[in-house]
């Protein structure tokens, strides 16, 4: 093969790839993806209770893989417990879903939606059946914090139950 001819093949490959890659960067903005961006960062988290607020762990959020892709890896101030997740867009219903890996080894999946303007976190399934639905509430959004309420519900969602006050505190 001349090397020209190479050359040619060499060039119209690379220009391939490079008009895949541009495609696949611009797949991973807008929509469900913008979703978790105010929530990036580094964090402390505190249970919020009666007594004031009580310190939990720390929580690193991230994206991976040019923003498709969405890391957590939370550990408690004991390393008593520690999880890790990732989630991503699926392409068919452009919802976020995020699978969390427990260090103890059970898993649980939650979709990420907007309702009323709320970001709301569902839990879809996991290793642990539960006889309820439960979710969190991501409130009170601003560049330094925000507030998760644990919401649990017996009946598929009517009615909905506060179970706990999470307020998670950027790491300056």
Not at 85 to 99: A, C, D
């Amino acid at each position: 093969m001349s090397s020209l001819k190479c050359i040619f093949i060499f060039i119209t490959v690379f220009l391939m790839a490079t008009a895949s890659y541009a495609q696949s960067d611009g797949k991973c903005k807008g929509g469900s993806h913008e979703l978790v961006k105010p929530f990036l960062g580094n964090w402390k988290e505190y249970n919020v209770t009666e007594n004031g607020e009580e310190f939990i762990g720390t929580l690193q959020s991230k994206l991976d893989l040019n923003g498709c892709v969405i890391s957590q890896r939370f550990v408690s101030s004991d390393s008593s417990f520690s999880y890790v997740s990732f989630g991503y867009v699926i392409p068919s219903s452009n919802i976020l879903e995020e699978t969390y890996v427990f260090d103890n080894g059970s898993i649980s999946k939650y979709q990420w939606l907007l309702e009323d303007s709320t970001t709301i976190t569902r839990r879809i399934g996991g290793t642990r059946k539960m006889d309820h639905l439960q979710q969190l509430r991501l409130t009170n959004v601003s560049k330094n914090q925000y507030d998760v309420i644990e919401e649990q519900s017996n009946d598929g969602g009517i009615t909905l139950e506060r179970v706990e006050l999470t307020r998670i505190k950027r790491i300056e």
